[in-house]
Nanobody, 119 residues
Framework: QVRLVESGGGLVQSGDSLRLSCAAS????????LGWYRQAPGKEREFVGS??????SPDYADSVKGRFTISRDKNTVYLQMNSLKPEDTAVYYC??????????????WGQGTQVTVSS
């Protein structure tokens, strides 16, 4: 079993920066890919970014590419969000899956952290 705990959400102004953190833990921790999804009110949950167990080959959604950076320190994954826009407002969820990528049926999720960007 894997436990994921997010932190770092909050209320910011357009153009500000914010860094989210997610600590992953368990009795053992195989090489999981870690990443982030987000869900805005009335919308489906969407992929934001991910990074594999070696900290290589980060992957990003087109909507955040160039503004967000995902990084990893062992079992902690970070999402550095720069140049935030109101459209980035959502609940952000940490996610984990054994293997080299996050697939369609991600088995492990955090509880979510709210990010609100005002104009």
């Amino acid at each position: 079993q894997v436990r994921l705990v997010e932190s770092g959400g909050g209320l910011v102004q357009s153009g500000d920066s914010l860094r989210l953190s997610c600590a992953a833990s368990g009795r053992s921790f195989p090489p999981y890919t870690l990443g982030w999804y987000r869900q805005a009110p009335g919308k489906e949950r969407e992929f934001v970014g991910s990074i594999n167990s070696s900290g290589n080959s980060p992957d990003y959604a087109d909507s955040v590419k160039g503004r967000f950076t995902i990084s990893r320190d062992k079992n902690t994954v970070y999402l550095q969000m720069n140049s935030l826009k109101p459209e980035d407002t959502a609940v952000y969820y940490c996610a984990a899956q054994y293997g080299s990528s996050l697939g369609r049926n991600v088995p492990y999720w955090g509880q979510g952290t709210q990010v609100t960007v005002s104009s």
